[in-house]
């Protein structure tokens, strides 16, 4: 109780009640707010967070050393104790304990990201929605309100709502100075490219973004209707359809400049290519208006299935050693290429290798995802034939996501503007069925 007390005097439950729910309280502190709530009369509220650090305690034995010590009070480090619960499969606990900080301590935006956070995992979206948009309402300026928001707004079919919040999320962030200092040679050459390629534009900021705007017109070349491309889907083995001129010329020109002229492209991935992701501002309107409409114009293919995520991966045209093989956790995945034809080397290779062959659990994928060698050990086990698709400027791919797959061998000659990109769209869940 020593620590306790000393707490207790210069400690007061406003203080706590802003520290708790931020996952900045110490064990201490923690157990100061309990006795505070005691002595206010909150026996409840005090309860409740005796009850909740009980049974994160009873599960020591799943949590890594850091979380395990900052639990046991062996350590100064911050114990978020909501993320603890949650992560445990205790999202109610989370849920009670934030009501009764709430009702006795008042309530700050972290604390309704907190209730939206677990809500969420609860699968309560409609009170996950709202406790995100409560915290907005306090700090405008949340950026992982903006960034759950999105998310979840995407994949209940609000995507260009839910990308308007990507983008938000991404200028808050790139406030704040990036540390690039231990970059790959890769990523920093393309960031010496793009800056040369801008300062012709006249564009001086660290953070940018092209003309990514909706277009008047369709997306999609009109010619791809469900109709003219769902017997392709339903006979092909592996389920796989290979779509030429996917978009309209005017929307890929207008996405070219965007991947061009945007700064969005911070994931650093080992093999010699970099990736742009929603939270990092690859979520302009355009391709929120692309989302809308692959699930608009093929509705027994892809409409079935909630928009999940979507990526792009610009690869280095001396060091890039392709995507690792790998599958994904979802159902239907639209890739497509947008580099032009001149820049590729070899018209034969460049696009993808796609096996016939799923990985059917989501713990062996994992598993398969994060070791080549297992996985071609899996490949052979299974006597999997690849199929390889050749790199064309405005091709799409349409396959079945737990299909194995990789970026094939890729040789594309040197340049900014040359550098091989694609974009990648997923839809569904896991394991859901794609027979149309």
């Excluded at 000393?6 to 157990?31: F, I, M």
């Excluded at 010590?69 to 992560?87: F, K, M, T, Y």
């Excluded at 280095?316 to 032009?340: C, K, Q």
């Amino acid at each position: 109780m020593a620590a306790v007390e000393q707490v207790q005097t210069d400690q007061t439950l406003p203080r706590l009640a802003a520290l708790l729910p931020a996952g900045k309280a110490r064990l201490d502190e923690w157990l100061a707010c309990a006795a505070l709530l005691e002595r206010a009369g909150d026996n409840e509220a005090a309860r409740t967070i005796q009850e909740a650090l009980a049974l994160a305690r009873s599960r020591l034995a799943y949590m890594p050393p850091q979380m395990r010590s900052a639990l046991l009070g062996q350590s100064q480090a911050p114990l978020d104790l909501i993320e603890i619960l949650v992560g445990i499969g205790a999202p109610q606990v989370a849920i009670d304990l934030l009501q009764g900080l709430k009702r006795t301590c008042g309530d700050s935006a972290d604390l309704y990201f907190q209730l939206g956070s677990a809500y969420a995992v609860l699968g309560d979206t409609k009170r996950s929605v709202a406790s995100f948009e409560a915290a907005l309402e306090r700090d405008p300026a949340h950026a992982d309100a903006h960034l759950r928001l999105g998310y979840l707004l995407s994949e209940r079919g609000a995507i260009g709502e839910g990308f308007e919040h990507f983008m938000t999320r991404a200028r808050i962030v790139s406030e704040a100075p990036r540390d690039n200092a231990n970059a790959p040679l890769h990523k920093t050459r393309h960031d010496q490219e793009q800056r040369d390629h801008l300062s012709t534009l006249g564009v001086t900021e660290s953070f940018h973004v092209g003309d990514g705007a909706r277009i008047a017109g369709p997306v999609i070349n009109p010619a791809h209707t469900e109709e003219a491309i769902i017997e392709k889907w339903r006979q092909a083995s592996p389920q796989c359809v290979i779509l030429d001129d996917f978009l309209t010329p005017e929307a890929l020109e207008k996405l070219r400049g965007y991947c061009l002229d945007s700064t969005v492209w911070h994931r650093i991935y080992e093999a010699g290519y970099i990736g742009a992701i929603p939270a990092d501002g690859f979520a302009c309107p355009l391709l929120a208006q692309l989302a809308e409409e692959i699930l608009e114009r093929w509705p027994r293919i892809v409409g079935p299935h909630r928009f999940k995520y979507l990526g792009a991966f610009k690869y280095d045209s001396e060091l890039s050693r392709g995507t690792n093989t790998h599958a994904d956790l979802a159902a239907v995945n639209v890739n497509f290429y947008i580099t032009p034809d001149e820049a590729n080397l070899d018209p034969q290779s460049g696009g993808m290798a796609v096996w016939n062959a799923t990985i059917d659990t989501e713990p062996l994928m994992r598993q398969l995802n994060g070791s080549e060698t297992q996985m071609q050990a899996y490949i052979a086990s299974r006597r999997a034939v690849v199929t390889k698709i050749p790199h064309r400027a405005n091709r799409a791919v349409i396959f079945k996501s737990s299909l194995i797959h990789k970026t094939d061998d890729c040789e594309f000659t040197t340049g900014y503007a040359n550098k091989r990109i694609n974009i990648s769209l997923l839809f569904g869940d896991y394991g859901a069925s794609t027979r149309v």
